[in-house]
């Protein structure tokens, strides 16, 4: 029997948890500011103390005039000269010196937001002794008091916990510029942070730590910070499960047990033990579209180091509770169970004396000899060499070697479910036997575990563009010799393809004459195949606009299936483009009215469907405003339409790191979304920098899996805000306004494409090696640029186009109607969602820099026409900001938000010098190579140096601005 045990165990945990916060918050009691300030001293310090010492000092006196003129251009509120000043420094060094200023401030940079995240872990320390507020509200006791408030029992929020997910798909989007052998020492000076503000650290121990943060330090500056080579889709599945080992391993179960806790004190029982309040995928080795390098045997390959990490973190858990569970008692059950399993073992090492391979001298413990009266550690004996079988089977396939025999004694696991058996055994044993207490722990945290990360940690999503099925189908049909799939209407492909869906015979012959692209198509749906469903998730088709494109993949989810389907993925259509989401209702719709779909819908998926929309390209397609707009209304009308046929709508939000793609505080970014579209689920992605800046630390890890608890709990149970038909008015014009003048200059200009190529990076972002994806999905202009070098370029130069463009146009339109400025205004203080939409773009806007920009045209540009285009962008963003503050109300941006206003002053001065120095480098690289390749007679190791120093420069650029793909 598989489950949870049918009585709570709560009896022995009524006492409240160690630690909570009241809930009446006493005002601040501690500085939290001058011990930021601090740290973030004391580490720049240390840092240019270590590199004084190992630089000459001609170099070191170049660091010291750089650093003096950037605060006197900084503290002079951007004086002229002083910024003349310092670029002509900057334009004077040699490229060496250019790749230590870079590297220098780059790192300063990275240890800012370091410092700032142990300053965040501990203020949420303090705020839980009841010794400070918070400036966040998203702690579980916060938001359930203000649900109670409003006329929620507790017991609903209880329910409503109980039955949420929230699931993170970690992806390989390449926008995380610092190698992680950075990440690692600045994990460590992370933790020295941590440590060295316990008031009962001895003088010994302070000495220590002062030693290991040095160390660190120093090899921080000492290690390559570029990257030689790009990473394989493989390295990027091992990137996202080091995320999972690391943090959120052990965060998962630590979180949920403090929600435990905190219903038990109000009497209340605990989350279930099959409960799933979160869940993560991935995309590393599974994401196809636009990348060659994605293949079948890569999709294999990644779903096995998925299994064999997942192996390896399981077998060390079963050891510690194999050791410590050392009663010597247990209840008839598991008494029986022990007996059976120990019957069946032997009978099959009689039958197979050949197989009776043993691994235990590899154990730790209890290699020899296992007591039989202590029937826990038996039961654990069995599952550890079943977990080590299926360990070694992984392994060897990784290794290319042929596989163990299976020995019938010990197979390997299949499934969680033949896991979590024996482990429900042993829970149901120690609660009928007396000892909850135990039973609650280590064991309980483990049988969460299994229902959260399975056999393999992540469940690895398969995403594919909708015009490479379309090729597959059109090989196939041209073959059998029906004609060309691809010249078919759409409803001839409809009717085509659930006539195929209805019927029995098969479509594609066993040899069929597809190769290339259409070749690798089917050969991953046959892997896929032969995955199964509990190594994989979803099926995601990309650039989806036509009920046909989900069709398709269904047909060959079926032909190339081992078992007619029974085991499909469930197909999720992105609709990532304007046109995509204004059709939205029309491509659900459809696949709802189609007696074929619907059935299958409602028997494989309970007639739930998932749907993903994309941030991204649907911004770069009509700019922010327009996308965000749609988004909400799209969302709005397919909810309305699933529920017209009974069908439950997930959806699967594919969010960026930056504001221009979606990104941004998720707690906002949740409460904004329209009423009824959340629905006790949320999937999200989370790429590049924010996993770092979401999981990097195990203090960060927890707070990120509350900040999304509460706000998907808030999100569901909180009264909805009524949105006004005349805000909805408004929107409708402004978003029409935005798109018109953000299409104008980004597609409609001449000057457009070739001003962007010279006055940014984009040309050179391939060098920092950060992704496995090419740039773009073929060549062409800026259609064919994928959204994060589109945005990542534009954060560079500090002009952050993609974020605002068309939004000043939009804005002074409902400045000039009658009335119009009061009722944007009412819209920022009574909508969550207006008012977040604002927020963010504020907290870009402020990032912005048209002075930094200018001097990307004044060095790049040729061309003086282009020049005045850029005059003229700057013009608009100026124009933006201060009608954008009108909205808020404010006089300077960021006014209400302090930290945030904090942050970027604290890196403001290392920016300029990094800014300036890029346009140098960009300058010099451009004169000695062409399209990244190194001119005749232009000396190697020069060359060389000048790319690692642009480089450089990049990545410093993109830690200071955090938040830039």
Known sequence: ??????????????????????????????????????????????????????????????????????????????????????????????????????????????????????????????????????????????????????????????????????EMVLTAHPTQAVRRSLLAKLHVIAQILEANHD????????????????????????????????????????????????????????????????????????????????????????????????????????????????????????????????????????????????????????????????NKIKYKEFWNYVPPTEPLRVCFSHIRDRMTATRDRYEALLDNLPPPPANPASPIYTSKDELLEPLYIMYRSLIETGDEIIAEGNLKDLIRRVHIFGLTMVKLDIRQEAEEHTNALDVITKHIGIGSYAEMDEQERINFLTQILEGKRPLIPRSHPATGKAKNVLDTFEIVSELGTEALGAYIISMCMKPSDV?????????????????????????????????????LGTLFENKWYRKHLETRFNSVQEVMIGYSDSGKDGGRLTSAWELYKAQEKMVECAAKHGVTLRFFHGRGGTVGRGGGPQHLAILSQPPGTVNQYLRVTIQGEVMEQDFGLPNLALRTLETYTTAVLKADLADPVV?????????????????????????????????????????????????????????????????????FAWTQTRLHLPVWLGLGSALQTGMNKAGGKDLLREMYEKWPFFRSFFDLIEMVLAKADPHISSRYDDVLVKEQEQKQFGIMLRGLLVETIDLVLQVSGEHKLLDKDRVQQRAIDTRREWLTPMNLAQVELLKRWRSMSVKGVLKDGVDPEEGRVVMDALVISMKGLSSALQNTG
């Open 723 to 791: 949105v006004k038909p005349e805000y909805r008015e408004i929107l409708d014009e402004l978003s029409e306004v935005s798109c018109k003048k953000y299409r104008e200059i980004v597609h409609g200009d001449a000057r457009f494409v070739q001003y962007f190529r010279s006055a940014t990076p984009e040309q050179e972002l391939g060098l920092l090696n950060i992704g496995s994806r090419p740039q773009k999905r073929k060549e062409g202009g800026v259609e064919t640029l994928r959204a994060i070098p589109w945005v």
């Open 1 to 166: 029997m598989v489950g949870p045990p049918t009585a709570p165990a709560r009896t022995m945990m009524r006492a409240p948890m160690k630690g909570v916060r009241p809930l009446t918050t006493k005002s601040d009691s501690v500085d939290f500011i001058s011990p930021l300030q601090a740290d973030v001293k004391n580490l720049c310090d240390t840092l240019l103390f270590l590199v004084e010492k190992n630089c000459p000092p001609e170099t070191i006196s170049v660091l010291n005039n750089v650093k003096a003129l950037a605060k006197v251009y900084d503290d002079s509120s951007k004086d002229e000269k002083a910024f003349a000043n310092l670029a002509t420094l900057i334009d004077s060094l040699r490229n060496d010196q250019l790749t230590i200023v870079g590297s220098l401030f780059s790192n300063m940079c990275n240890l800012a937001n370091l410092a700032e995240h142990v300053h965040r872990i501990r203020r949420k320390k303090a705020f839980e002794r009841g010794e400070s507020s918070f400036l966040s509200h998203h702690s579980l006791e916060e938001i359930v008091a203000d649900l109670q408030r409003s006329g929620k029992s507790l017991k609903q929020i209880r329910d409503q916990l109980c039955s949420q997910t929230v």
């Open 551 to 587: 069709l398709a993949v269904e047909v060959l989810q079926r032909e190339c299936s081992s078992n007619c389907g029974e085991s499909s993925l469930p197909v999720v259509p992105l609709l990532e483009t304007i046109n995509a989401l204004q059709d939205s209702t029309m491509v």
């Open 199 to 358: 008031e009962y650290l001895t003088p010994e121990q302070k000495r220590n730590n002062d030693k290991i943060l040095k160390a660190n330090l120093l090899c921080l500056w000492r290690t390559d910070e570029v990257r030689r080579s790009k990473p394989k889709p493989e390295d990027e599945a091992r990137n996202i499960l080091h995320v999972i080992e690391e943090t959120a391993w052990d965060a998962t179960p630590t979180y949920i047990s403090r929600m435990d806790n905190f219903f038990i004190s109000h009497g209340l029982d605990p989350i279930p033990l099959d409960a799933t309040p979160f869940l993560f995928g991935s995309w590393a080795g599974g994401d196809r579209d636009g990348n060659p390098f994605v293949t079948p045997a890569v999709t294999e390959e990644v779903v096995n180091i998925n299994r064999y990490r997942a192996a390896c973190l399981y077998l060390n858990e079963i050891e510690n509770l194999l050791f410590d569970l050392s009663l010597h008692y247990g209840s008839d059950e598991l008494l029986k169970y022990n007996d059976k399993i120990t019957a069946e073992a032997e009978e099959a090492t009689k039958a197979r004396p050949d197989l009776n391979i043993t």
